[in-house]
């Protein structure tokens, strides 16, 4: 059976996708994300209850789909792990780096790459994708641990998947 190994996994994040909710994505310009500890992703599906008066058992419909999560990096905002990007996607103007804009905002909205297995040596590479806004932040630190920062975001609109190789 395959397996897929975490260590390979990867984030990569972009300036707002051109086409929301593309069925593509596109990592020209996306920007690895280093110091990468686990990133998560969650999906749900509403339903909508259409018992009939008489049945004996509840009927239910899908209808919206969504998607959230969260990743954990070691906090290091040196420029060599890209960490200013995602700080500068979910705070005012108070970075410099390649996402920035000339309002300086970009209102918490990416494009994030989410890779399974990235494994180029052997020409694999399975990822999630699709526009995120970020909603928060948390930075934890232990006397006798690794300074961490937790980010989280909600996906805005289709979740993608795509698996070359």
Not at 14 to 35: H, S
Not at 106 to 127: S, T, Y
Not at 150 to 156: L, S
Request: glycine share 14%; proline share 2%; hydrophobic share 40%.
């Amino acid at each position: 059976m395959a397996r897929t190994k975490g260590r390979v996994g990867s984030l990569y994040v972009n300036a707002p996708n051109t086409a929301p909710q593309g069925t593509t994505y596109n990592q020209t310009n996306a920007v690895e994300i280093g110091q990468i500890r686990a990133w998560s992703l969650d999906t749900t599906v509403d339903l909508a209850e259409v018992t009939d008066m008489g049945d004996k058992w509840r009927e239910h419909l899908q209808t919206l789909r969504g998607w959230s999560g969260e990743f954990t990096v070691f906090s290091d905002p040196s420029a060599t792990v890209n960490q200013d990007e995602i700080w500068e996607g979910l705070l005012e103007g108070s970075f410099s780096g390649s996402l920035a804009t000339t309002s300086g905002e970009l209102e918490g909205q990416l494009l994030g790459l989410f890779c399974l297995d990235d494994d180029a040596a052997i020409g694999v590479r399975k990822m999630f994708f699709g526009d995120i806004i970020l909603t928060g932040a948390g930075v934890s630190v232990e006397v006798d641990g690794v300074d961490m920062a937790t980010f989280r975001f909600t996906g805005n609109g289709l979740l993608g998947y795509v698996t070359n190789g």
